[in-house]
C-alpha cells in the first residue's frame, strides 16, 4: 500500500528567505508520480509542483522547485526568497504507476508561517 | 477561466437530515473526485467518477453514495447524516489520463 509522510508539522521563517520541507513516501511501483499542493488560509488548494518517477531532473516552476531524492524515497520542496503570501499548508501527495482512476494519497501537511 | 466550483460553500444540517454537496467543472475533465479533510488526517479519498455513471469507491464510501449523470457535475449525497460526517469537502477533477487534479473551494459541512 501506498503512503506518503511529512514528519515537519509547521515551520516559521523570515521572508524573503528558503524554506524546504520534507517529504518521503512509499511505494512498490517502479513508476509513480508526485505532487506539491498548497493550502491557503482561505480553504483553497493550489497544485505547485509534480516530479514523475522516471525524471532524473528535478522539477522547477518559479520559486518551487523539488528535491528528488529516489534512493530515499524523498521529495522535498524548497520556496526560495519567501513572501508573506507564501504562509500556507503544504501538502505532498504521490499516485502510484498502475494506479487506476488517478487516486492520489496525501500527506498531512506542514504549516509554513513566513514572518516579515 | 478553468475552475471547480462547490455548493454551497456552508451547511448546517441536524442528525438523520440528507445532504446534498455539488461540484461542477468547466474544463470537460473526465475523472471527478471527492474528498473530505479533518484535522491531522489531511484529504481522504471518498468516491472517484471516471465519467457519466461510472463510479469507483475511495478509501472511506461508507456513509455516502455520489451521482454523476453530466461530465461537468457531480454530488455528493449524505444519506441521513451523522455528526461524525461533519468535515470540509473538497471537490476536484482532472484529465482522464494527467494526474494533476484541480481542486474547488471546499463544502463545510456541520452536523449536529
Known amino acids: 500500500a501506498q503512503k506518503v509522510t511529512q514528519t515537519q508539522t509547521s515551520i516559521s521563517v523570515m521572508e524573503k528567505t528558503t524554506v524546504t520541507m520534507d517529504c518521503v513516501y512509499e511505494?512498490?511501483?517502479?513508476?509513480?508520480?508526485l505532487f506539491w499542493y498548497k493550502q491557503t488560509a482561505s480553504g483553497e488548494i493550489v497544485f505547485l509542483i509534480r516530479?514523475?518517477?522516471?525524471?532524473?531532473e528535478n522539477a522547477t516552476v518559479g520559486h518551487y522547485s523539488l528535491n528528488f531524492q529516489k534512493p530515499k524515497s524523498s521529495i522535498g520542496l524548497i520556496i526560495t526568497a519567501t513572501q508573506i503570501e507564501d504562509s500556507a499548508v503544504y501538502f505532498c501527495a504521490m499516485r502510484e504507476g498502475d494506479s487506476a482512476g488517478n487516486k492520489l494519497t496525501f500527506g498531512i501537511g506542514t504549516r509554513v508561517l513566513v514572518r516579515p | 477561466d478553468m475552475k471547480v466550483t462547490q455548493m454551497p460553500r456552508y451547511l448546517i444540517k441536524r442528525m438523520g437530515e440528507n445532504v446534498l454537496l455539488e461540484c461542477g467543472q468547466d474544463?470537460?475533465?473526465?475523472?471527478m473526485y471527492w474528498y473530505r479533510q479533518d484535522p491531522g488526517l489531511g484529504l481522504q479519498l471518498i468516491y472517484i467518477?471516471?465519467?457519466?455513471?461510472?463510479?469507483s469507491e475511495g478509501d472511506i464510501p461508507k456513509g455516502y453514495r455520489v451521482s454523476r449523470k453530466k461530465r461537468e457535475h457531480f454530488s455528493l449525497i449524505l444519506d441521513s447524516a451523522k455528526t461524525n460526517q461533519t468535515s470540509v469537502y473538497f471537490c476536484a477533477s482532472s484529465r482522464q489520463n494527467q494526474d494533476t487534479q484541480y481542486f474547488g473551494p471546499g463544502t463545510r459541512l456541520l452536523v449536529l
Open positions: 511505494t512498490q511501483d517502479s513508476s509513480y508520480f
Open positions: 467518477s471516471y465519467d457519466v455513471d461510472s463510479n
Open positions: 516530479q514523475d518517477s522516471y525524471k532524473k
Open positions: 474544463m470537460s475533465h473526465e475523472t
